[in-house]
């Protein structure tokens, strides 16, 4: 498949679009044929600095444009991009691609093209081209490609149309920011609308416009894997009835610094306030029930008291020599690390808390199961960039580690499931980059057994990339002879902010769909801000919620 990009200047290049070039240039199946790069000069160019001077002086609205850049440089110097990438290497290769400059016809905001230019790239048979140059395009360029322009809105565009990307859903407060890939069209925002994918929000501007910039990144590659799989369907956008969102003005840029730095200051009281006082936030703990979850009635339940320093989350049930066992993350604040522990269900409490398996990293999320005999532990280790499996040497409290997989990558949040057919399939969530959001994107394989030596990636993965419903929230279970996945509703800016119940209708190697039945907040107790995880077995479930300060 032969691509073209509108391309910037290789040395203003982001990371995210240098992680996508990077994945052109590694996969075989793919060529970058063109490089597209604007040739205007002096006046005609809308990037010269006397140009933007001239467009600030004209704005009516240069002093929230002045405030606003201000504190989006104050962000960027507090939080620093990280480049991901050999930005070098990378530079060095796009040298050695055919480039050619164009000088549309600008005209306000838009860059026309005239025929000249667009004969020019035809001749180069390209299949698709991505923009990431150039302001809203027009002309017969639209068709300079057999499969068009593929663009990013850096937004739901059946929500928001316009920009800065990422500012107007924390204004706001929308409960996710979306990212729409399309294929342009003369429609402004308004193009055939190729994937969607959404994301949560931060509550810093410029970090949410990178955490959509550089899940961005997922979103293309799927979709070209798709278009070489002749599943290329775009379809036509939705009616648009909101405002066209534009820079904002003083009002709103004084709104936004206000949530922005009484977040700042908050986040230094928690602190302060753990230190001093010992107070927690964002804690955590668990609560048990009998029966199904579906049928259950949450506010009846009581949370399990926690011992000083600690938060306890990921509860996974385990029935051992007839007694039931729940093994959970166990945070301390202090060490700002988790391990694994376990306790003994006793009348809807935990007694006998041991530590199970404690690391010089970060764990949690402790799927536990069996194979035969013998008892597996599946944890969490991102923070050790893989996935392990212990095997139990002595239950419940002595573990070895069994096999490892997924080496060098963010990977989160794992399970196995076994269908009807004894097909195993393992689920799990990725990071990509870094920089990249962790909650997105979920991923599913076939395994041949448990100790992953085998994988065989689903054709459509990632499966999806949604922060609504991606994350896992515990293993899948079965009611009334339907099965069901957990997963966490990550939104409104908020971790684990709520908990899906989403029933699987097709699993297979090549499709995959679940539905959403339900969305639970954590509204039965007071004080509760997040939850995120179900385990039921054995006639049993727990849940964990956190809350927002105790």
Not at 215 to 241: A, D
Not at 374 to 382: G, H, N, T, Y
Not at 446 to 462: A, G, I, M, Q
């Given at each position: ?25 590694k ?8 490089l ?19 467009r ?21 110097f ?16 796009l ?54 322009i ?5 937004a ?55 955490l ?16 070489q ?6 379809t ?49 703990t ?25 938060f ?72 050790n ?22 080496e ?55 499966v ?23 997963s ?11 908990l ?51």
């Amino acid at each position: 498949m032969r691509i073209g990009i509108l391309i910037q200047e290789f040395e203003v290049l982001s990371n995210w679009e240098l992680r996508i070039i990077n994945e052109i240039l590694k996969d075989p199946s793919l060529e970058l044929a063109l490089l597209i790069q604007d040739g205007r000069e002096g006046n005609n160019s809308t990037k010269t600095l006397k140009s933007r001077l001239n467009r600030l002086l004209k704005s009516k609205n240069i002093f929230g444009k002045i405030l606003f850049s201000l504190q989006t440089k104050i962000e960027n110097f507090l939080f620093k991009e990280k480049i991901t990438v050999d930005k070098e290497r990378i530079i060095r290769e796009l040298n050695k691609i055919n480039k050619i400059n164009v000088e549309p016809k600008r005209k306000g905001f838009l860059d026309i093209f005239d025929d000249n230019d667009v004969d020019k790239i035809k001749k180069y048979d390209l299949d698709i081209i991505l923009r990431h140059e150039f302001n809203i395009i027009r002309g017969s360029i639209l068709q300079a490609a057999k499969y068009g322009i593929w663009s990013f809105h850096h937004a739901d565009n059946f929500i928001n149309r316009g920009g800065p990307a990422g500012f107007w859903e924390i204004v706001l407060k929308q409960p996710s920011v979306g990212v729409t890939l399309q294929k342009l069209t003369p429609e402004l925002d308004g193009g055939l609308v190729i994937d969607k994918a959404f994301f949560n929000r931060n509550w810093s501007f410029v970090r949410t416009s990178r955490l959509i910039l550089e899940g961005s990144v997922s979103i293309l590659l799927k979709n070209i894997k798709k278009l070489q799989n002749g599943e290329f369907k775009p379809t036509k956008s939705l009616v648009y009835f909101n405002p066209l969102y534009k820079a904002p003005g003083l009002k709103m840029v004084l709104k936004y610094m206000f949530l922005f730095y009484s977040k700042l200051l908050g986040r230094a009281m928690e602190e302060t306030n753990y230190k001093i006082f010992g107070r927690r936030f964002d804690c955590w703990t668990l609560f048990i029930g009998k029966g199904d979850f579906l049928n259950s009635t949450l506010f009846r339940l009581k949370p399990i008291k926690l011992p000083k320093k600690e938060f306890w989350a990921d509860p996974f049930i385990f029935n051992h020599n007839n007694d039931n066992y729940i093994f959970f993350e166990n945070y301390n604040y202090t060490t700002k690390k988790g391990k694994i522990s376990c306790g003994k269900i006793t009348n809807n409490e935990l007694t006998d808390i041991a530590d199970v398996i404690e690391t010089d990293y970060h764990l949690s999320y402790p799927f536990i199961f069996k194979e035969n005999e013998d008892i597996f532990l599946m944890p969490e280790s991102s923070a050790n960039n893989r996935l392990e499996i212990y095997k139990c040497i002595k239950f419940p409290t002595e573990w070895e580690l069994h096999t490892t997989a997924f080496e060098n990558e963010k990977v989160a949040d794992a399970f196995f499931y076994t269908d009807k057919d004894k097909t195993k399939w393992l689920f799990i969530n990725k990071q990509m980059d870094i920089n990249a959001p962790f909650e997105s994107e979920l991923y599913i394989y076939k395994v041949n057994s448990f100790d992953l030596k085998d994988l065989e990636p689903h054709k459509n993965n990632p499966v999806m990339i949604n922060s609504e419903i991606a994350r896992n929230g515990g293993p899948i279970f079965e009611y009334e002879n339907e099965i069901y996945r957990p997963s966490q509703a990550n939104i409104d800016g908020i971790y684990g902010r709520a908990l899906n119940i989403n029933k699987i209708e097709k699993l297979t190697i090549d499709e995959y769909i679940e539905n959403t039945i339900v969305t639970t907040y954590p509204n039965f107790q007071k004080g509760l801000i997040s939850m995120h995880h179900l385990h039921q077995s054995n006639g049993l479930f727990v849940i964990d919620a956190a809350y927002k300060k105790i």
